[in-house]
């Protein structure tokens, strides 16, 4: 009985010390990143579900927000590095130099990057099953790819649930990247919505993720040359209300939140003269 005890109370102050401490952000304490592929501003804006989501209380239609480049890399590579990297293609590169993560770790704010069939152990190749590297900037990044610990948060998608039931729960910054078939890339917006909504509704309903998270939605780039894309914000740190924001955002925009949420500093890139999109947060 003494002996139960005793390691009972052991067990618990473990379970304590281990419990990483959030660090309050300005606006929010957590971000969830979401990205779909390749789909003009039009057809988003017709979809039924992204219709919705920016119609609810608490949300935040982006409606001037355009991507960077095409393809698809250089506009992953830079919504964590603050520019392109002089990236072009979807090949495969390696990116020197400090980006997002550096400025989360210094501030001691925890990150994951849940990648849709990604097959775990840092995994570098270009394809594996409908995971595709070129969609994933974290790996490209050599800060990151060379630290074990640090591409232990590169994850395959599905521990997203074990996360979120652990004492851990969401990390304060979370990039989530759906498979080739789920984004949309091989599919259509239609498929990606009708896996994406199912998802996202039953989770929202947990509040150990929905609770004081911010959720951005957007999508890589438009099949234009304009490359104004849909993107939008939901979640209890938008301000009560619907809101529509026409101010210019671009991938740089997401980046110079993060820098100004957490008063991370910067990666003296694209991130320096960014804007915001905080005019409708308010931390809750
Ligand atoms: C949400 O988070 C706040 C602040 O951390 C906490 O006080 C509250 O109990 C949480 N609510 C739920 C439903 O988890
Ligand atoms: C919107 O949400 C806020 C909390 O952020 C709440 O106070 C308000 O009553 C809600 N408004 C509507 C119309 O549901
Ligand atoms: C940011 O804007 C300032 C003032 O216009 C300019 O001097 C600086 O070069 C810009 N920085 C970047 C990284 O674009």
């Known amino acids: 009985m003494i002996k139960l005890s005793a390691l009972a109370i052991i067990f618990l102050v473990l379970v304590s010390t281990a419990t990483t401490a959030i660090v309050p952000g300005t606006y929010f304490d957590r971000f969830f990143f979401i990205i779909f592929e390749n789909t003009n501003f039009d057809a988003a804006t017709q979809n039924s579900y992204l219709k919705s989501l920016i119609s609810r209380n608490n949300s935040v239609f982006l409606s001037s927000y355009s991507g960077i480049a095409h393809p698809s890399q250089p506009n992953y590579i830079s919504t964590i590095y603050g520019?392109?990297?002089?990236?072009?293609?979807?090949?495969?590169?390696?990116?020197?130099?400090?980006?997002?993560?550096?400025?989360?770790?210094?501030k001691g704010i925890s990150w994951k990057a849940y990648m849709q069939d990604y097959p775990g152990n840092c995994f570098t190749g270009?394809?594996?099953?409908?995971?595709?590297?070129?969609?994933?900037?974290?790996?490209?990044?050599?800060?990151?790819?060379?630290?074990?610990?640090?591409c232990a948060n590169i994850v395959n998608a599905d521990?997203?649930?074990?996360?979120?039931?652990?004492?851990?729960?969401?990390?304060?910054?979370?990039?989530y990247v759906p498979n080739?078939?789920?984004?949309?890339?091989?599919?259509?917006?239609?498929?990606a919505m009708n896996w994406f909504q199912p998802w996202f509704e039953e989770r929202l309903k947990n509040?150990?993720?929905?609770?004081?998270?911010?959720?951005?939605?957007?999508?890589?780039?438009?099949?234009?040359?304009s490359n104004h894309i849909f993107s939008s914000l939901l979640g209890t740190p938008v301000t009560s209300g619907t809101h529509e924001d026409t101010t210019q955002y671009t991938h740089n925009s997401v980046l110079k939140t993060l820098i100004d949420n957490w008063n991370l500093g910067s990666l003296g890139r694209n991130d320096v003269n960014a804007t915001a999109f905080t005019q409708f947060l308010q931390h809750p």
């Open 207 to 225: 509040p150990n993720f929905a609770n004081g998270t911010l959720f951005f939605i957007t999508f890589d780039e438009d099949e234009t040359l």
């Open 83 to 106: 520019s392109t990297a002089g990236i072009t293609d979807d090949g495969v590169h390696d990116v020197d130099g400090n980006n997002l993560i550096d400025l989360l770790e210094a």
């Open 126 to 150: 270009a394809k594996s099953g409908l995971y595709v590297r070129k969609h994933n900037p974290f790996i490209s990044m050599t800060d990151i790819s060379s630290n074990s610990a640090r």
């Open 159 to 175: 521990g997203i649930d074990t996360d979120l039931a652990s004492q851990e729960g969401l990390p304060q910054f979370s990039y």
């Open 180 to 191: 080739l078939q789920n984004d949309g890339h091989d599919t259509g917006l239609d498929f």
